[in-house]
């Protein structure tokens, strides 16, 4: 049974640049959500979908924006990087809404130069 | 506003004896925590969780407590092993799947 699986696992990119970034949910799992991570901080919460909506969000700007697929596998975009933007992308599935556990991916450690 | 503090950055404790880690939330309306293990590299991984209904949850080697009236909730590690080295989150959810995070315990322990 797969778990969470994200690509790339690694993305060197330029200020200015945009990238996306992908995530195939937990067998079973229809709700995804992404997180960003900066080096020794704990994961803050992007935005969640689920039915292909995007149902809640964090303190994030206009150019992070996502989609769900109709498989329920997700992307993260973002436009006009920053510098600050350079962080470990972790993306979550868990089965619908509830008090049900999050299961997290590995990441996309997206570096900005 | 709505946040997730942990009284200690880090801990160290020596390979056999029970690690305690810390968390205090601040939402009263929050109403499951969850606690997740990070290693270097990797994404957080489950290890228990609690409703607010609850006071203790107990696990493999692990026990959850929640006191809602000082808005803190710990983690209980027995028996602690070389392979519990790693960060230690405590999280939060307050409405739908959001998930707030504190700022996580780095747990060493010596062999």
């Known amino acids: 049974d797969a778990g969470v699986t994200q690509s790339p696992t690694h993305l060197i990119k330029t200020r200015g640049q945009q990238v996306t970034l992908r995530c195939s949910p937990k067998?079973?799992?229809?709700?995804v959500s992404w997180y960003q991570q900066a080096l020794g901080q704990g994961p803050q919460f992007i935005f969640q979908?689920?039915?292909?909506?995007?149902?809640q969000r964090g303190n994030f700007p206009d150019r992070f924006s996502g989609h769900q697929f109709p498989n329920y596998s997700s992307e993260l975009n973002v436009n006009a990087l920053l510098l600050g933007d350079s962080a470990l992308y972790l993306c979550a599935s868990s089965a619908g809404s509830g008090n049900q556990p999050q299961h997290f991916g590995d990441g996309t450690r997206l570096s900005i130069l | 506003g709505e946040s997730v503090g942990l009284h200690l950055p880090t801990l160290s404790v020596q390979e056999g004896d029970n690690s305690i880690i810390n968390c205090a939330y601040s939402?009263?309306?929050?109403?499951?925590f969850i606690w997740y293990k990070q290693e270097s590299g990797k994404g957080p991984q489950f290890i228990i969780d609690?409703?607010?209904?609850?006071d203790k949850r107990q696990g493999q080697r692990v026990t959850v407590l929640l006191n809602k009236t000082v808005k803190h909730l710990s983690l209980q590690i027995a028996a602690t092993q070389p392979g519990d080295s790693a960060v230690y989150f405590c999280a939060e959810k307050t409405s739908y799947d959001k998930v707030i995070f504190g700022p996580g315990t780095s747990l060493s322990v010596i062999p």
């Open positions: 609690i409703r607010s209904n609850m």
């Open positions: 979908y689920y039915e292909e909506e995007e149902r």
């Open positions: 939402n009263s309306a929050s109403d499951y």
């Open positions: 067998s079973g799992h229809d709700t």
